[in-house]
């Protein structure tokens, strides 16, 4: 048996809680320990989630030399500073995602990853997700021939606290779409044909508390195989179940219908029909991130979601926010 991966979380807030509940699924090959500024937070998540350490500080951790790997789980803006000061301490870095705020950033952490030799992995649990796996699949197969259009739909209603840092656009990057939406931008972007233009339209409605950040964005595209497609975010906007909505990929020879979040897959192709159901264990795809993730650490194959993976995203998120005038404030 290998020894077990010490992974330690630096940040103790709620996406470190359903990090931490899939990872020990995984069982005794991981070990997890917890940094915050506040130690008594960092001591709290230690016993809630069976972890080995807790540290007052994230410095606590980064020089803990039983430490192998640290999960960077606070907001964007300051992903760059703690990715760097990771990996100079010799860590594995799992960084939630978005990852940076700029390509810049990007190479940043990217020339930091080379020179140590450590591994990267960007936290998009989304590419991992069983659906996402099944839609891969299905285009690989050609079940609906030459794909034409593609539709996401990704619309519900989650407003934020007025104290949650996500009010904040200037420590969360951006607004809702940058922050969240990324992950169905990924999802778009990933199945194969690959998002070559972008263009990004976003309604301006009032801002009303709690929740004052922009949260609704359209996104028209083009692939390069030609195919064309549009992304519906919305954060604002009533749905069955919190978020249940259809999404499309339509091809010359059928169409692929599937409930966004992954409940279920119709495709109308190829053959007869077939109602498909990629799997509810891991629907989030956390479970597979990890295992990618000490796999490469363990000296397997650069993980899927590598920072050039992320950046291919970014670049296409950079596109989406050029065509979108800035709020007023």
């Known amino acids: 048996m290998p020894e077990p991966v010490h992974i330690a979380f630096l940040g103790c807030g709620f996406i470190t809680g359903v990090h931490s ?45 039983d430490v192998d790997a640290v999960v960077i789980a606070v907001p964007p803006r300051l992903h760059l500073e703690l990715a760097q000061r990771a990996l100079a301490a010799g860590k594995h870095v799992l960084i939630e995602k978005p990852a940076c705020l700029t390509l810049a950033d990007y190479e940043q952490v990217r020339a930091a990853r080379d020179e140590s030799g450590r591994v990267v992995l960007v936290g998009e649990n989304d590419h991992y997700k069983p659906l996402a796996v099944c839609l891969r699949r299905l285009l690989r197969e050609g079940a609906i021939g030459e794909m034409l259009f593609a539709q996401f739909t990704t619309l519900a209603k989650r407003l934020k606290a007025a104290a949650d840092w996500r009010n904040d656009e200037a420590l969360a990057g951006g607004d809702a779409f940058f922050e969240e939406g990324i992950h169905w931008l990924h999802l778009a972007n990933s199945l194969g044909p690959a998002i070559t233009t972008a263009h990004g339209y976003r309604p301006e409605l009032p801002r009303r508390a709690p929740d004052t950040r922009g949260k609704s964005m359209l996104v028209a595209f083009r692939y390069d195989n030609h195919a064309v497609g549009t992304l519906y975010y919305s954060r604002e906007t009533p749905s069955l179940l919190r978020g249940l909505r259809l999404s499309k990929l339509i091809g010359r020879d059928g169409i692929i219908t599937f409930e966004s979040n992954g409940g279920f897959v119709l495709v109308r192709g190829r053959g007869m029909p077939r109602l498909l159901f990629p799997g509810m264990r891991d629907i989030r795809g956390y479970q597979a991130m990890y295992r990618d993730f000490i796999a490469a650490i363990r000296g397997g194959p650069p993980p899927q979601m590598s920072l050039e993976a992320a950046m291919a995203d970014h670049r296409v998120m950079d596109q989406v926010y050029a065509a979108v005038e800035p709020r007023e404030r």
């Open 21 to 65: 509940r899939h990872l020990r699924r995984l069982g005794s090959g991981v070990h997890r320990s917890y940094a915050s500024r506040d130690a008594a937070k960092a001591e709290a998540f230690r016993r809630r989630h069976a972890g080995q350490q807790s540290y007052g500080s994230y410095d606590g951790a980064l020089g803990d030399r």
